[in-house]
């Protein structure tokens, strides 16, 4: 793309000529150029319909061998199936320059999503044809509407047996009215759309083509970015990532003004301070690539490398006039979560950073490049409390730790509570369930000991129910994996952040206790066969163990330290045949996913690069007891 391509600027569309030698008292529109966002819920086709954009519009060669979802770029996006962090690209159609935003789709990462649509000047929302609108479809869309931004819908999957695109555009229809969507938000143009084969169509009746029509949507519907490109220079700045060559990169858009190559410019923080830096580099988004440029105008998406220091939210002002943007805020985070250093008899051996500093400073540096995470250090040197959306994002950020050779602990998520009216408030959420007619009755039984309320059941008549419940966020904790159990794998649960209310009362969290290996050692087949009955277990032969560690869950509800390496006594008389291991039961082992569920407030998971293990908070069985008569006496109190 030429350097003209990014100085031709219309005057409110009726006048096209280079932005030099316009008046800067003008509002200019860049009319080759359209910035949007796709949102969605997660697995409803968001990155394999950017995967086909970016194909039809030329990006890659015919020969060009490309993995599908190329924008989910990192290992753990690949492996889940999920997009985690909102990724740039940009495709050329005809003569427009299209910057596209692919966000996560999960609840969780809401954060990525808040800020990702302040860089844009509209919305895809694609919602699947069987599916329908799904509760994260309405966190991201009232995010869309609050901030005015004009919407596409696009409705996909219609291939699918059970697709159902009339109703779900119906029900699309009502979730506007039901977000106050004003007049002109609610006038959108609809796509059909079948993204895995890169097709769609205006009219249902109709043939299904390629993307074009999908293109044309976009430019007619989506207003060009405004601004004046003789004004000082603000650019909003709603990422950050380390280069190993170029220092930190800031991604953001400007605003007004424009910024060049080598131009001096300040960093605005939120604490109003200034900071005076240099544009070492400057780059713009052209499919997968990076183009370096040397200069960009106003609505252009960017990448500047030389303002090491800048935050999320924050801005880059002109270095003569300087006028900060208002930082970015996303929503409060509900959940929390205790990190600290491995003190367990193992600690050491597989991490490469395992002590309180490295772990403080990495999770500091989270805390900077995340806005929908906050770290907070306690009293403890050794101990921190991370706050963010959710299990899965706390998880997320766990197993990118341990990748990246760090070694720790965790506890138990907890719920953040506010107090209203002299009152304890909890955050409740909404779920969505969907599941065969024969498991109705057990996910409401369920639901209903967890504080859940039935607000609404659908049946469509295909076998399968839809229903919705409004319950305590801690009533989520450790329900995803008995609600698989329960549904035999088929059921769907998805959930979203809904308000504040009153205290709801207690909730059991875990109706068994543990098995507690009561010495060090190494785990024997002799003590796994007399032990299998008491309960399931989580370590296997020859597996090494230490005093205070989970090595099962008990059947009955309170906690037993066993003997897991108990050996068999030689003597001089031959083993008969029922003597051998071949009733040994495979060990249950976690993924840190379902351990995050399984652990109580007096148990930890001992994270490693390599391994993870569960033990109790304090591993010598007094202290435990000496604790437990200690919160009693409390609670008494």
Avoid at 427 to 441: H, I, N, Q, S, W
Avoid at 450 to 458: A, F, H, I
Avoid at 499 to 505: I, K, L, M, N, V
């Amino acid at each position: 793309m030429t350097r003209e391509r990014y100085e031709l600027w219309s005057f409110h569309g009726s006048l096209t000529t280079p932005h030099l030698i316009i008046p800067n008292r003008f509002t200019l529109k860049h009319e080759g150029l359209r910035n949007i966002a796709i949102i969605a819920h997660v697995d409803h086709g968001k990155t394999t319909l950017v995967d086909a954009m970016l194909w039809q519009s030329g990006t890659f060669r015919d020969n060009q061998d490309i993995n599908e979802r190329v924008m989910d770029s990192m290992d753990l996006e690949r492996e889940k199936g999920i997009t985690i962090m909102a990724k740039n690209t940009a495709v050329i159609f005809g003569d427009t320059k299209i910057n596209i935003v692919d966000t996560p789709g999960h609840a969780d990462f809401g954060g990525e999503v808040e800020r990702t649509l302040r860089m844009v000047d509209g919305v895809m929302l694609l919602v699947d044809a069987a599916e329908g609108p799904l509760p994260q479809t309405r966190f991201v869309l009232s995010k869309a509407l609050e901030l005015n931004l004009p919407a596409i819908v696009v409705v996909n999957k219609i291939d699918r047996q059970d697709a159902r695109p009339l109703e779900v555009v119906n029900e699309i229809g009502d979730l506007f009215i039901d977000l106050d969507a004003n007049d002109e938000q609610i006038e959108y143009p609809v796509i059909y759309a079948v993204a895995r084969d890169g097709k769609c169509t205006l009219d249902l009746a109709g043939e299904l083509t390629d993307l074009k029509p999908l293109m044309d949507a976009i430019i007619g519907s989506i207003p060009a970015p405004e601004g004046d490109p003789d004004a000082p220079l603000q650019i909003l700045v709603t990422n950050v990532k380390p280069d190993a060559y170029r220092g930190p990169i800031a991604l953001g858009r400007v605003i007004q003004g424009t910024v060049r190559n080598r131009q001096q410019v300040v960093l605005c923080h939120r604490d109003d301070s200034l900071t005076k830096a240099q544009v070492s580099g400057l780059f713009v988004y052209e499919g997968l690539e990076r183009i370096e440029v040397d200069s960009a105008g106003p609505g252009e998406i960017i990448a500047v490398a030389g303002a090491a220091g800048i935050g999320l939210g924050e801005s880059i002002a002109d270095a003569e006039d300087p006028k900060p943007l208002p930082p970015l805020h996303v929503d409060e985070p509900t959940m929390s979560m205790e990190f600290r250093i491995n003190d367990s008899p193992f600690s050491g051996r597989e991490g490469k950073y395992v002590t309180s500093r490295n772990l403080r400073d990495r999770l500091m540096t989270e805390g900077e490049n995340n806005l929908a995470m906050r770290i907070v250090e306690t009293d403890s040197a050794d101990t921190f409390m991370v706050y963010g959306r959710g299990e899965l994002q706390m998880a997320i950020l766990i197993e990118q730790m341990r990748r990246e050779g760090f070694e720790f602990s965790v506890g138990m998520p907890q719920v953040i509570t506010k107090e209203v009216g002299g009152k304890v408030h909890e955050p409740f959420e909404l779920a969505e369930v969907d599941v065969a007619e024969d498991y109705t009755g057990i996910v409401v039984q369920k639901m209903g000991t967890r504080k859940g309320q039935l607000t609404k059941m659908v049946n469509h008549g295909s076998g399968r129910v839809r229903m919705e419940f409004e319950l305590p966020s801690r009533g989520l904790i450790g329900y995803r994996s008995e609600f698989l159990t329960d549904t035999k794998g088929t059921g769907i649960l998805n959930h979203l952040f809904h308000e504040y209310r009153a205290w709801a009362g207690n909730i059991v969290h875990r109706t068994t206790g543990a098995l507690v290996a009561d010495r060090n050692g190494k785990v024997t087949g002799y003590a796994i066969v007399n032990l299998q009955e008491r309960g399931e277990l989580f370590v296997g032969p020859m597996d090494q163990v230490y005093r205070g560690m989970l090595v099962g869950e008990n059947s009955r509800d309170a906690d037993l330290d066993v003997n897991v390496t108990k050996e068999k006594k030689l003597t001089n008389m031959r083993a008969a045949a029922a003597d051998s291991f071949e009733k040994i039961v495979p060990p249950r082992r976690m993924s840190l996913e379902e351990a995050i569920e399984f652990i109580r407030e007096d148990e930890l998971i001992e994270i490693t690069p390599s391994s993870l293990r569960l033990r109790k908070r304090y591993l010598d069985p007094n202290d435990r007891k000496r604790n437990a008569m200690g919160k009693a006496v409390t609670v008494e109190a």
